[in-house]
C-alpha cells in the first residue's frame, strides 16, 4: 500500500524557515519523480517544484526559486522541501505526490502525478 507522509509544518514568522519532509512507501521510491504542491485557502492547487528520480535536477515554479530547495534520500524513502526567506502568501497546505517517471516530465501537472500525501499546514505570519 502506498503511502506519503508529511510533516515539518507549523507558524513561521515572515523571513523564516521551515524544512517539510515527505516519507514515502509502497513503491519504488528511486524510480520517481517526486514533486510538492501547495494549497492556500480558496485558490487552487499550486505546483511548487519538482525533482526528478536519478540525477535529482530540480524545477521550481517562479515565486520560489532562489528561496526553496527540494532534495530527496532515495536509500531513505525521503523527499524534503527546505523553505527560506518565507513570506505571508507562502501561507499554504504542502503535500508531496509522486508520478512514475524518472524525469519530472511535465512537472507543474498535478494529474500527472500518481500518488499523494495529506498535506501539512504552513503558515506565515507575525
Known amino acids: 500500500q502506498v503511502h506519503l507522509v508529511e510533516s515539518g509544518g507549523g507558524l513561521v514568522q515572515p523571513g523564516g524557515s521551515l524544512r517539510l519532509s515527505c516519507a514515502a512507501s509502497?513503491?519504488?521510491?528511486?524510480?520517481?519523480?517526486m514533486g510538492w504542491f501547495r494549497q492556500a485557502p480558496g485558490k487552487e492547487r499550486e505546483w511548487v517544484g519538482s525533482i526528478n528520480a536519478i540525477y535529482a535536477s530540480t524545477s521550481y515554479e517562479d515565486s520560489v526559486k532562489g528561496r526553496f530547495t527540494i532534495s530527496r534520500d532515495n536509500a531513505n524513502n525521503m523527499v524534503y522541501l527546505q523553505m527560506n526567506s518565507l513570506r505571508p502568501e507562502d501561507t499554504a497546505v504542502y503535500s508531496c505526490a509522486a508520478r512514475s517517471t524518472e524525469e519530472c516530465y511535465y512537472a507543474d501537472h498535478a494529474p500527472g502525478y500518481q500518488y499523494w500525501g495529506q498535506g501539512t499546514q504552513v503558515t506565515v505570519s507575525s
Open positions: 509502497g513503491f519504488s521510491f528511486a524510480r520517481f519523480c
